[in-house]
């Protein structure tokens, strides 16, 4: 399953950036989506996850109130509103999609199938 992450940048402290994952593929509202990070000689982490509706939301206690997830099934996209950003979400962000994942293994990274290729976020002090 083809996914592309675009939108990373170079940022300041306290801004903003919104990454964009699309995904080829006409079935993805069958994926539930996920958004992981991976900062320089660090494990690769989980950021946010979708279900397949976009019901439901969930986030790491590092992003939540500040990070926003969201899809559009028509669009076959997945978004990823980052706002007060830290200089510690400086990273490398991926989106990932699995059919199968259920809401226990949502945050663990080797429950995914398909991922894209990353996209740098700076941000600097």
């Known amino acids: 399953v083809p996914l592309q992450a675009y939108g990373g940048g170079l940022v300041q402290a306290g801004g903003s950036l919104r990454l964009t994952c699309a995904i080829s593929?006409?079935?993805?509202?069958?994926?539930?989506m996920g958004w992981f990070r991976q900062a320089p000689g660090k494990e690769r982490e989980f950021v946010a996850a979708?279900?397949?509706?976009?019901?439901?939301?969930y986030y790491s206690d590092s992003v939540k109130g500040r990070f926003t997830v969201s899809r559009d099934n028509g669009q076959n996209t997945l978004y990823l509103q980052m706002d007060n950003l830290k200089p510690e979400d400086t990273a490398v962000y991926f989106c990932?999609?699995?059919?199968?994942?259920?809401?226990?293994?949502?945050?663990?990274?080797?429950?995914?199938?398909?991922w894209g290729h990353g996209t740098h976020v700076t941000v600097s002090s």
């Open positions: 593929r006409r079935t993805f509202n069958k994926y539930v």
């Open positions: 990932a999609a699995d059919e199968r994942v259920i809401q226990s293994y949502l945050r663990v990274p080797s429950q995914y199938d398909y």
């Open positions: 979708l279900s397949r509706s976009g019901a439901n939301t």
